[in-house]
C-alpha cells in the first residue's frame, strides 16, 4: 500500500494548550480521505501543519514517502493544491487575474489551463467582475480552482463545500470524484457535515477534541451499520412496557417522545405490531431502517464523552 501522508505521534500546542494530540493518519494513494470533526476540533491546525504553515510542537509528518522539514518542503510544498481556512484573493482583481498571479508564483505556464479550470468548477460569466463582488459559493470555487490549476497530485482542501448551495455541493462533489479517478489526485478534505462528504470519501478520519478516535474505510463503515426497527407512537410509556414485558425485547432505545428504535432481530414487524394491536396501543408508523454514518459519528462522539466522564 502506498500511503501520500503519514503521521507520526503529531501533536500541536498553543500556548501551552494541546489542540492536537499524537494524530496517526494515514492517507493512502489515490483515495478521498474525508477528515471529520466538529468545529474547533483541531482540522485546520493539522491541514495547516501538512502544508508547512506552522510546525508541530511533536511528531512526525511523511509526505510522498518523505519526511515534512523546513529545507525539504519546497519541493513537496509545489506537488500540493491546498485550500486551507477561508481563501484570500486579491480583492480587485478578477478570478482570470488572480488565477495568472498564482501560476505564476508557482511557476506554472500554461494559459488554457485558466478557462479550464474555471469551467471545472462551474465560475461562469465573471470575466470583468472583480473578486470582491463574488458572493462566498464563488471564492470556494474560485479557491478550489486554485488549488487544482497546476494539476498538484495531492489535494488539502479545509472545508471547500462550505457556502456552496446543494446544487453547488452536487457539482463540486463530482468534480473532486472526477480529479481523484481521471486525475489520480489524492485528496483530504475536511468537514464538519457528514453528509457532505459521506457520499465521496473512501476513508473517514474522525477528529473530536484534537484526537484522531477513528479511521476507517467507507467500506468497512457500511458493514458496520446496523439494521433497526423505528416504531412510531403516541403512547411510548406503554409501548416500551410492552416491548419489555412481553415481547421481552432489551436492545431498543428511545429516540424522542414518540419515536423508538429496536435494534433486535429476535421477534418480526409482524409480531411487534400485532401485539402492539392487541394491548390497544396505536402506532402512527414502523419501518426498517438502516443507521446512518451521521448516526454512527454521533455514537462515537458520545462514546468519548462518557469515556472522560469515567
Ligand atoms: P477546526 O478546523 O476543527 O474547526 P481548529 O484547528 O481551527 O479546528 O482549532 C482547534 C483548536 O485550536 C480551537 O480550540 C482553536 O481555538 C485553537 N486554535 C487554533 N489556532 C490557534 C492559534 N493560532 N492560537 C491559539 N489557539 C488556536
Same mark, same amino acid.
Request: hydrophobic content about 40%.
Given at each position: 500500500?502506498?500511503?501520500?501522508?503519514?503521521t507520526n505521534n503529531?501533536?500541536?500546542?498553543?500556548?501551552?494548550?494541546?489542540?492536537?494530540?499524537?494524530i496517526n493518519m494515514?492517507?493512502?494513494?489515490?483515495?478521498?480521505?474525508?477528515?471529520?470533526?466538529?468545529?474547533?476540533?483541531?482540522?485546520?491546525?493539522?491541514?495547516?501543519?501538512? @502544508?508547512?504553515?506552522?510546525?508541530?510542537?511533536?511528531?512526525?509528518?511523511?509526505?510522498?514517502?518523505?519526511?515534512?522539514?523546513?529545507?525539504?518542503?519546497?519541493?513537496?510544498?509545489?506537488?500540493?493544491?491546498?485550500?486551507?481556512?477561508?481563501?484570500?484573493?486579491?480583492?480587485?482583481?478578477?478570478?482570470?487575474?488572480?488565477?495568472?498571479?498564482?501560476?505564476?508564483?508557482?511557476?506554472?505556464?500554461?494559459?488554457?489551463?485558466?478557462?479550464?479550470?474555471?469551467?471545472?468548477?462551474?465560475?461562469?460569466?465573471?470575466?470583468?467582475?472583480?473578486?470582491?463582488?463574488?458572493?462566498?459559493?464563488?471564492?470556494?470555487?474560485?479557491?478550489?480552482?486554485?488549488?487544482?490549476?497546476?494539476?498538484?497530485?495531492?489535494?488539502?482542501? #479545509?472545508?471547500?463545500?462550505?457556502?456552496?448551495?446543494?446544487?453547488?455541493?452536487?457539482?463540486?462533489?463530482?468534480?473532486?470524484?472526477?480529479?481523484?479517478?481521471?486525475?489520480?489526485?489524492?485528496?483530504?478534505?475536511?468537514?464538519?457535515?457528514?453528509?457532505?462528504?459521506?457520499?465521496?470519501?473512501? @476513508?473517514?478520519?474522525?477528529?473530536?477534541?484534537?484526537?484522531l478516535? %477513528?479511521?476507517?474505510?467507507?467500506?468497512?463503515?457500511? %458493514?458496520?451499520? @446496523?439494521?433497526?426497527?423505528?416504531?412510531?407512537?403516541?403512547?411510548?410509556?406503554?409501548?416500551?412496557?410492552?416491548?419489555?414485558?412481553?415481547?421481552?425485547?432489551?436492545?431498543?432505545?428511545?429516540?424522542?417522545?414518540?419515536?423508538?428504535?429496536?435494534?433486535?432481530?429476535?421477534?418480526?414487524?409482524?409480531?411487534?405490531?400485532?401485539?402492539?394491536?392487541?394491548? #390497544?396501543?396505536?402506532?402512527?408508523?414502523?419501518?426498517?431502517?438502516?443507521?446512518?454514518?451521521?448516526?454512527?459519528?454521533?455514537?462515537?462522539? #458520545?462514546?468519548?464523552?462518557? #469515556?472522560?466522564?469515567?
Amino acid at each position: 500500500m502506498v500511503y501520500i501522508i503519514k503521521t507520526n505521534n503529531v501533536t500541536k500546542c498553543f500556548q501551552g494548550k494541546e489542540v492536537v494530540s499524537n494524530i496517526n493518519m494515514n492517507v493512502k494513494k489515490g483515495e478521498i480521505y474525508g477528515f471529520l470533526g466538529p468545529n474547533g476540533s483541531g482540522k485546520t491546525t493539522l491541514m495547516k501543519m501538512l @502544508t508547512n504553515l506552522i510546525k508541530p510542537t511533536a511528531g512526525e509528518i511523511e509526505i510522498f514517502g518523505q519526511p515534512l522539514t523546513p529545507s525539504s518542503s519546497y519541493d513537496v510544498l509545489g506537488r500540493i493544491g491546498s485550500m486551507i481556512e477561508y481563501p484570500i484573493f486579491y480583492e480587485k482583481f478578477t478570478a482570470k487575474e488572480n488565477l495568472e498571479l498564482h501560476c505564476e508564483y508557482m511557476g506554472y505556464h500554461n494559459k488554457k489551463a485558466i478557462n479550464e479550470v474555471l469551467e471545472m468548477v462551474h465560475l461562469i460569466n465573471i470575466e470583468n467582475k472583480p473578486v470582491e463582488n463574488f458572493s462566498l459559493g464563488m471564492k470556494q470555487r474560485l479557491g478550489i480552482a486554485r488549488a487544482i490549476i497546476t494539476r498538484p497530485e495531492l489535494l488539502i482542501l #479545509d472545508e471547500p463545500i462550505n457556502g456552496l448551495d446543494p446544487i453547488g455541493i452536487r457539482e463540486i462533489r463530482n468534480l473532486f470524484k472526477l480529479l481523484c479517478k481521471e486525475y489520480d489526485i489524492t485528496m483530504l478534505i475536511s468537514s464538519h457535515i457528514l453528509a457532505e462528504i459521506e457520499q465521496m470519501a473512501d @476513508t473517514i478520519g474522525v477528529i473530536n477534541k484534537g484526537k484522531l478516535i %477513528e479511521e476507517v474505510s467507507m467500506e468497512e463503515m457500511r %458493514e458496520k451499520n @446496523t439494521e433497526y426497527m423505528e416504531l412510531v407512537t403516541s403512547n411510548l410509556t406503554r409501548a416500551c412496557f410492552i416491548l419489555e414485558n412481553r415481547l421481552h425485547l432489551r436492545n431498543f432505545k428511545i429516540i424522542d417522545q414518540k419515536i423508538i428504535r429496536i435494534f433486535e432481530q429476535s421477534v418480526s414487524q409482524l409480531e411487534i405490531s400485532k401485539t402492539m394491536i392487541l394491548n #390497544d396501543i396505536e402506532i402512527e408508523s414502523m419501518s426498517k431502517k438502516i443507521t446512518s454514518l451521521e448516526e454512527y459519528f454521533m455514537g462515537l462522539m #458520545d462514546k468519548e464523552k462518557q #469515556d472522560q466522564v469515567r
